[in-house]
């Protein structure tokens, strides 16, 4: 995803879009079918897709592949014949080498299957307990000491990443530990598999996926990557955090300065999350979300990211904020629904930035619990 995506990917606009997020954690055969809002991410846009700029520069693709025409899985697909000669044209790939390189690509029919059980699902309210369960996944021992050791291994980086993009350590560390828990895992599917599939057999967001395998097809040959050789998430994220191609193409960065951006690299990794959320509106020093005391349901005020409240309009309807960010921000009240009672928050703007890696609110919570407890632990352990 990412993608990222987003999912994350967008990054969530219902069960039907959040199915992309979190994909690095699927295998060929899940054991489980994702809730709704239960995973991570890549940033999908909800009502467009990124076109690459034309890039006719006399770039060599990497890898061996030539072939008169397409063969084996994709063999006969008239629309991917049409995707061959756009990319021609607009970025100048030569037809023989791309004929050779889907000759390669897999199709996911376990993809196809999962996505088409998952579109059936309808959006819904979230249920009671939605969110214990769903925190319970993400704030354990296992994503904070990761990310207490990931922290102390690439201190500098983060310390430099938070100096450049004004984004604190501890939430560039909590979009990692919940994407692949710092690269343990980032995913076993080729993306050139993934985002073909994609792309030519799954019509209800195919568009979308046409124009991200035009994105990572222009990433692998500025890049200098095999475009067989990368694997990710069932839906093409790629990398530590996750990201989309075409969000690797506006957002990513060389953070090592080694003349690569590589998402599989951790400080490459580092910078590009911290850059994706300084340009997605990312305010330094301020909060990301505060209690919020009064009964929000009373007051028939609507909680969810597309509903936007000014502080004094809270204040009128009977609800006092836990903390004042010294400003005129929109403010967003979050639903949180525990097992034997329901909170609310209230989110600031840094927490819609956070949303733009995934359009949940239980995403976002989660990476702002675990930023809070990863830095806690960090601060508290000897070698801090």
Not at 287 to 309: I, R
Request: charged letters at 20%.
């Amino acid at each position: 995803m990412k993608h990222v995506v987003t999912f994350s990917t967008r990054v969530c606009f219902g069960l039907s879009l959040l199915i992309f997020s979190g994909c690095a954690h699927h295998s060929e055969k899940p054991q489980t079918v994702n809730q709704r809002a239960g995973t991570p991410t890549q940033q999908i846009p909800p009502n467009r897709s990124r076109s690459a700029t034309p890039d006719l520069r006399p770039l060599t693709a990497t890898g061996g592949y030539r072939a008169e025409s397409v063969s084996g899985d994709y063999a006969g697909y008239q629309a991917l014949n049409q995707f061959i000669d756009f990319m021609a044209q607009k970025h100048g790939f030569d037809r023989y080498y791309l004929n050779g390189l889907f000759s390669q690509a897999k199709r996911k029919q376990w993809t196809l299957d999962y996505l088409a059980k998952s579109d059936q699902s309808l959006k819904a309210q979230p249920g009671k307990g939605s969110w214990s369960r769903y925190r319970a996944k993400f704030l354990d021992d296992r994503h904070i000491n990761s990310g207490v050791v990931f922290w102390h291994r690439h201190q500098n980086a983060l310390q430099r990443a938070s100096r450049q993009y004004g984004v604190p350590a501890e939430y560039i560390l909590g979009i990692m530990a919940i994407e692949t828990t710092f690269g343990s895992y980032v995913g076993n599917h080729r993306v050139i598999d993934a985002l073909t599939t994609l792309a030519f057999d799954y019509r209800r967001r195919g568009e979308y996926f046409r124009g991200e395998l035009e994105n990572f097809l222009v990433m692998a040959r500025s890049e200098r990557i095999d475009p067989a050789r990368p694997v990710g998430s069932f839906a093409g994220a790629m990398g530590l955090g996750q990201f989309m191609p075409s969000s690797f193409m506006e957002w990513a960065v060389d953070f090592n300065g080694d003349g690569r951006r590589d998402l599989w690299d951790p400080e490459d990794s580092i910078g590009s999350v911290a850059n994706y959320f300084a340009q997605h509106g990312w305010q330094s020093g301020q909060p990301v979300v505060s209690s919020v005391n009064g009964s929000p349901a009373a007051s028939n005020l609507e909680p969810g990211l597309d509903h936007l409240y000014s502080l004094k309009s809270l204040t009128e309807s009977g609800l006092s904020v836990g903390t004042d960010c010294g400003c005129d921000a929109p403010l967003r009240l979050l639903w949180l629904r525990h097992n034997n009672n329901d909170e609310y928050r209230v989110g600031y703007p840094n927490f819609y930035v956070i949303t733009r890696y995934n359009q949940s609110t239980h995403y976002a919570m989660a990476v702002h619990e675990l930023a809070q407890a990863i830095k806690n632990a960090y601060h508290n352990d000897k070698r801090g």
